[in-house]
């Protein structure tokens, strides 16, 4: 009894261990085993898109040169893992990232088609076997010029197997070195991805088409004024627009289809390039006399570094490369924050106007950072973000530019104005007054016709400068000149002699009766009361009038002499407190 009791006992334990080892198996096995397999995707007429996210399994084979067989016949001891939509992954090296996913298709009028909404990947290749057992391949992305994809399109583009209610296994092989991979891939009915096209290619269209009329726009305003911030202003947003049809899968498209090494690059080089030219832009525009000795030299040292380390990233790519690059990228846009700030303090209106334009591209411009450095997946906002904030931005900015180069004119122009004008009262200045004189004496003589020559003096300039002060008196003056101007002709000139004194040129043939009929006007004009001048005050005014040339005197061309002959009459005239206008020769 004792005997059998102790073999039982043995049993017992030898079936415990045996249980323990199958548990232990069993579990083992779990561990290597792939993950669940999924359901063949349906595709019927009534779906027109099914992303393949939550209905694919990825693998990652770390050197890359796992052929499509070998995944295949290995496929179960691989471990596989379902990709859900937010995944990201970084390919180190030649690595390549495999996605399998099964498709059943089950209306022979439906073309199918597989979409990486990604541009910029560097390899994208599709495999599946045939009704006969054969590979069929296809390859798209930017190691291959766009005219040899399967479609040329904006982004990689591959037609599934058509055949009728028969599951298809298709192994998506994907490269793409340095920048994490994150692309979304989707099925699409032909024709709703074509109807997308379009929507997407008219979208665009219309922000490249506004690129190219404000490019343009800014050269010619740069050509027509000598403004060189338009000139500025059109290298950056020609800058920018290039950058996002690279990174949109646009320029590869129609700028550089057959350029596979150039598509490759272009992204890496005209992103960082924007940084730059912006760097630029609102350097110049902003003044760097706004910025201050530090800043500015801080401006141009960054932007110089930048085009180095992406001289230095296209000679030698590397993942240290464009990480630097990416840097130098973040570190430029702080610096135009920095820039914009400062500016924006100075409260001049177009540097706001230019400061919220550039704001929503300084904003959305940390979206490719943060992809760069892993910090964010690719997605509508990732890839279309920038070229919503560009299309804000570019209207404003124009706007803005276009505020500052009027307010710029307006002062060059007061600037030039200074030598034909008095700053005072904006009439004709002594000089040129002079030489209008003259000229008119010269037409006078050469055509026999008369000139009409008004010196008018503000008799009561004294009295209001000593009864209520300087400004008043000041006011007095461009009160006079403008009732000058008012009755001036097109051909007349007014001009600013000397303090109180002015003098009306009468362009010929002039009658000695209109002469004085201006004279009597602007004795009348000067009795009437003003808002501007003290309560009761009105101008008052000696005038002389002569009809030129006088035959009688031999004064010739000489304007100046003229003038003293005026001025003497007028020196009599205000002696005589009884009479305002004196004709001295008629």
Same mark, same amino acid.
């Given at each position: 009894?004792?005997?059998?009791?102790?073999?039982?006992?043995?049993?017992?334990?030898?079936?415990?261990?045996?249980?323990?080892?199958?548990?232990?198996?069993?579990?083992? @096995?779990?561990?290597?085993?792939?993950?669940?397999?999924?359901?063949?995707?349906?595709?019927?007429?009534?779906?027109?898109?099914?992303?393949?996210?939550?209905?694919?399994?990825?693998?990652?084979?770390?050197?890359?040169?796992?052929?499509?067989?070998?995944?295949?016949?290995?496929?179960?001891?691989?471990?596989?893992?379902?990709?859900?939509?937010?995944?990201?992954?970084?390919?180190?090296?030649?690595?390549?990232?495999?996605?399998?996913? #099964?498709?059943?298709?089950?209306?022979?009028?439906?073309?199918?088609?597989?979409? $990486?909404?990604?541009?910029?990947?560097?390899? +994208?290749?599709?495999?599946?076997?045939?009704?006969?057992?054969?590979?069929?391949?296809?390859?798209?992305?930017?190691?291959?010029?766009?005219?040899?994809?399967?479609?040329? =399109?904006?982004?990689?583009? !591959?037609?599934?197997?058509?055949?009728?209610?028969?599951?298809?296994?298709?192994?998506?092989?994907?490269?793409?070195?340095?920048?994490?991979?994150?692309?979304?891939?989707?099925?699409?009915?032909?024709?709703?991805?074509?109807?997308?096209?379009?929507?997407?290619?008219?979208?665009?269209?219309?922000?490249?088409?506004?690129?190219?009329?404000?490019?343009? +726009?800014?050269?010619?305003?740069?050509?027509?004024?000598?403004?060189?911030?338009?000139?500025?202003?059109?290298?950056?947003?020609?800058?920018?627009?290039?950058? $996002?049809?690279?990174?949109?899968? +646009?320029?590869?498209?129609?700028?550089?289809?057959?350029?596979?090494?150039?598509?490759?690059?272009?992204?890496?080089?005209?992103?960082?390039?924007?940084?730059?030219?912006?760097?630029?832009?609102?350097?110049?525009?902003?003044?760097?006399?706004?910025?201050?000795?530090?800043?500015? /030299?801080?401006?141009?040292?960054?932007?110089?570094?930048?085009?180095?380390?992406?001289?230095?990233?296209?000679?030698?790519?590397?993942?240290?490369?464009?990480?630097?690059?990416?840097?130098?990228?973040?570190?430029?846009?702080?610096?135009?924050?920095?820039?914009?700030?400062?500016?924006?303090?100075?409260?001049?209106?177009?540097?706001?106007?230019?400061?919220?334009?550039?704001?929503?591209?300084?904003?959305?411009?940390?979206?490719?950072?943060?992809?760069?450095? =892993?910090?964010?997946?690719?997605?509508?906002?990732?890839?279309?973000?920038?070229?919503?904030?560009?299309?804000?931005?570019?209207? $404003?900015?124009?706007?803005?530019?276009?505020?500052? @180069?009027?307010?710029?004119?307006?002062?060059?122009?007061?600037?030039?104005?200074?030598?034909?004008?008095?700053?005072?009262?904006?009439?004709?200045?002594?000089?040129?007054? !002079?030489?209008?004189?003259?000229?008119?004496?010269?037409?006078?003589? /050469?055509?026999?016709? @008369?000139?009409?020559?008004?010196?008018? #003096?503000?008799?009561?300039?004294?009295?209001?400068?000593?009864?209520?002060?300087?400004?008043?008196?000041?006011?007095?003056?461009?009160?006079?000149?403008?009732?000058?101007?008012?009755?001036?002709?097109? +051909?007349?000139?007014?001009?600013?002699?000397?303090?109180?004194?002015?003098?009306?040129?009468?362009?010929?043939? %002039?009658?000695?009766?209109?002469?004085?009929?201006?004279?009597?006007?602007?004795?009348?004009?000067?009795?009437?009361?003003?808002?501007?001048?003290? %309560?009761?005050?009105?101008?008052?005014?000696?005038?002389?009038?002569? !009809?030129?040339?006088?035959?009688?005197?031999?004064?010739?061309? #000489?304007?100046?002499?003229?003038?003293?002959?005026?001025?003497?009459?007028?020196?009599?005239?205000?002696?005589?407190?009884?009479?305002?206008?004196?004709?001295?020769?008629?």
């Amino acid at each position: 009894m004792l005997s059998a009791r102790k073999t039982l006992s043995r049993r017992s334990r030898s079936l415990f261990a045996a249980l323990a080892l199958s548990i232990w198996l069993l579990t083992l @096995s779990g561990a290597w085993a792939q993950a669940p397999v999924l359901e063949p995707i349906v595709l019927s007429g009534a779906i027109t898109s099914i992303p393949l996210a939550q209905r694919s399994q990825y693998w990652v084979d770390p050197d890359g040169d796992k052929s499509v067989q070998w995944v295949e016949q290995h496929q179960h001891q691989l471990p596989f893992a379902v990709r859900d939509h937010r995944h990201r992954v970084r390919l180190e090296g030649k690595a390549a990232l495999w996605v399998r996913f #099964d498709a059943q298709v089950e209306d022979n009028l439906v073309h199918w088609e597989l979409e $990486l909404a990604h541009s910029g990947t560097d390899l +994208v290749s599709i495999y599946h076997r045939t009704a006969s057992g054969e590979w069929n391949e296809q390859r798209a992305g930017d190691r291959l010029a766009v005219n040899d994809w399967v479609y040329a =399109d904006r982004f990689p583009v !591959m037609a599934l197997d058509t055949r009728i209610n028969e599951p298809v296994t298709y192994w998506v092989r994907i490269e793409h070195a340095r920048v994490p991979f994150s692309g979304p891939l989707t099925i699409h009915n032909h024709n709703t991805l074509r109807e997308l096209r379009i929507h997407q290619q008219f979208l665009l269209g219309a922000y490249f088409g506004m690129v190219l009329l404000l490019a343009t +726009v800014a050269i010619a305003n740069a050509a027509v004024f000598r403004d060189s911030s338009f000139a500025y202003y059109a290298a950056y947003i020609t800058v920018l627009g290039l950058a $996002l049809a690279s990174s949109l899968g +646009v320029a590869g498209q129609f700028l550089w289809p057959g350029s596979p090494r150039w598509n490759g690059m272009a992204e890496f080089v005209l992103l960082p390039m924007v940084a730059v030219v912006g760097l630029l832009f609102v350097r110049h525009v902003v003044q760097p006399r706004r910025l201050g000795r530090g800043l500015n /030299r801080t401006a141009l040292a960054l932007a110089a570094m930048l085009v180095l380390v992406v001289a230095w990233d296209r000679v030698a790519p590397s993942a240290l490369s464009l990480q630097v690059v990416t840097v130098g990228g973040a570190a430029t846009m702080a610096l135009v924050y920095v820039m914009l700030w400062a500016a924006w303090r100075t409260g001049d209106r177009w540097v706001r106007w230019i400061a919220l334009g550039i704001l929503p591209v300084l904003l959305t411009g940390v979206l490719p950072v943060m992809r760069n450095l =892993d910090l964010l997946s690719s997605g509508f906002l990732s890839q279309y973000g920038m070229v919503i904030a560009a299309a804000i931005e570019a209207p $404003l900015l124009f706007y803005g530019l276009l505020q500052r @180069s009027s307010i710029q004119h307006e002062a060059q122009t007061r600037a030039r104005a200074l030598a034909l004008t008095e700053p005072l009262t904006g009439l004709t200045n002594r000089h040129n007054g !002079m030489l209008r004189l003259h000229e008119s004496l010269v037409r006078a003589q /050469r055509y026999n016709h @008369s000139i009409a020559l008004l010196l008018i #003096d503000l008799d009561n300039h004294a009295w209001f400068e000593r009864e209520h002060g300087r400004e008043v008196a000041d006011r007095a003056l461009v009160l006079t000149g403008s009732l000058l101007r008012a009755i001036a002709r097109d +051909v007349d000139t007014a001009t600013r002699v000397d303090d109180r004194s002015f003098a009306l040129l009468m362009e010929g043939p %002039v009658r000695p009766a209109q002469a004085v009929a201006a004279a009597t006007h602007i004795l009348a004009g000067g009795l009437r009361p003003s808002s501007q001048l003290p %309560v009761g005050a009105t101008l008052r005014f000696k005038i002389v009038v002569a !009809m030129l040339p006088e035959p009688g005197l031999e004064l010739l061309q #000489d304007a100046q002499a003229h003038l003293q002959w005026l001025r003497g009459a007028l020196d009599d005239l205000r002696e005589n407190n009884r009479k305002s206008i004196h004709t001295v020769n008629f």
